[in-house]
């Protein structure tokens, strides 16, 4: 019998932080799910650290193309009704999170179930819950949904295929999030936090690349009219980003994040 739920950790060179993500799953009160950490040929233990916990964890270690690559490969090997990813560095919120989102009936027609994320180690010390519900307008202008806090059906990534890893390298979940929702499929959205998300990762300390993919979505999935208003706002984006990336740790900076995202 299939287990309701697939897992998956995607990892490379993650050795200091794996450990954390995997006891965060085993802790789970829910036990209907089979969990795959996908490495990417890592050299510095990460794979010891996986194979501690072999009777549990089904490891692959060979070389991928990146992150979205390897998450192209755990959906091949997962046999859960639900996929859910978390990357190597991330948590589970709580021992029963996964508990209290299956034990309830699921409606046939959500093939997307999506909560909130905490952030944790934000270079500015303040950290933020972020979530609501989304509909397609939401990613005109900008990225909404971290798939830290995203259950989807297997069905659905049958049905509208898997992520584009090649076009989007940083960023191929909001793409995939954006197609999902073109074609019509139906979400909802849990207020309960899921898990703790890292930060600090890919697409964090790849903005200018992060935002460049925006764009190429835009112009892909929108009208002439989106597309304009982000070309028009580009530059700013930029700023933005060139700002983040050299005073990240400033004092007004901090007091920014403090005042507008602190919990």
Known sequence: MSPILSIITVTFNARAVLEETILSVLQQSFT???????????????????KKYSNKVNLISEKDWGIYDAMNKG?????????YFLNAGDTLFDNHV???IFETTIAEDVALLHGNIKTKNHPSGSDYTQGQSITLPDFYYRFWLCHQAVFTRRTAFDRIGTYNSRDYPV????????RFLKAGGKALYINRIIAHYEVVGESFL?????????LKMVETHFNWWIILQNKMCSPLVRLKIYL????????A???YRRLFYRD
């Open 32 to 50: 209907n799910y089979e969990y795959w950490v996908i490495d990417g040929e890592s050299n510095d233990g990460t794979i010891d650290i996986a």
């Open 206 to 214: 790849k903005r200018t690349q992060t935002h460049s993919e925006h």
């Open 98 to 100: 996964l508990q209290n």
């Open 253 to 255: 900076y901090m007091l």
């Open 244 to 251: 983040i990336q050299n005073y990240s740790t400033s004092k």
């Open 171 to 178: 960023s191929a979940d909001q793409e995939w999030f954006i």
């Open 75 to 83: 959906i091949s090997k997962a046999k859960g009704q639900w996929i």
